[in-house]
């Protein structure tokens, strides 16, 4: 099999894990409501002069829940980052130095992309369209 084709499989692998991880050992709904309640806030904020009561206690608010979905959120990202830290190794350690992309220019004096560069886009490319599909069937995202 090809670099490209596994990066492929591994990047869709890591991303289903990281995502499936995210939806069940966090309240999603909770999560995208605390979301919600942020952007309330900030337009109200910005209306706001800096030095007023109000705009203290709206500030103060945002911060209890940008806190709160801190926390909501450690849970998975404690539970993903073993598995990702041993799947950087085992791909550093097969594909180091691997052309994997070819590019039509040069990229910080190279001409290729690398297995971290591969990785990354297409992680980032099937992280999209997994949220997608997950906050359409199981969720709610605005």
């Known amino acids: 099999m090809n670099a490209f084709l596994e990066l492929v499989l591994i990047s869709l692998s890591v991303s289903l894990f990281s995502q499936g991880a995210y939806f069940?050992?966090?309240?999603?709904?909770?999560?995208?409501?605390?979301?919600?309640?942020?952007?309330?806030?900030?337009?109200k904020i910005r209306k706001l002069d800096p030095s007023s009561d109000e705009y203290k206690s709206l500030f103060n608010e945002q911060l209890k829940i940008n806190s709160q979905i801190m926390r909501m959120n450690m849970k998975p990202m404690i539970i993903t980052t073993?598995?990702?830290i041993l799947v950087f190794m085992f791909l550093n350690k097969r594909y180091a130095g691997i052309e994997v992309i070819p590019l039509p220019f040069s990229l910080f004096g190279k001409t290729y992309l690398g297995w971290l560069g591969t990785y990354i886009i297409l992680s980032l490319f099937f992280t999209s369209i997994i949220q997608k599909i997950l906050f359409k069937y199981l969720g709610e995202r605005n």
Do not use: G
């Open 24 to 43: 069940l050992f966090s309240d999603v709904k909770k999560v995208s409501a605390y979301r919600n309640r942020i952007k309330e806030i900030s337009t």
């Open 82 to 84: 073993l598995p990702l």
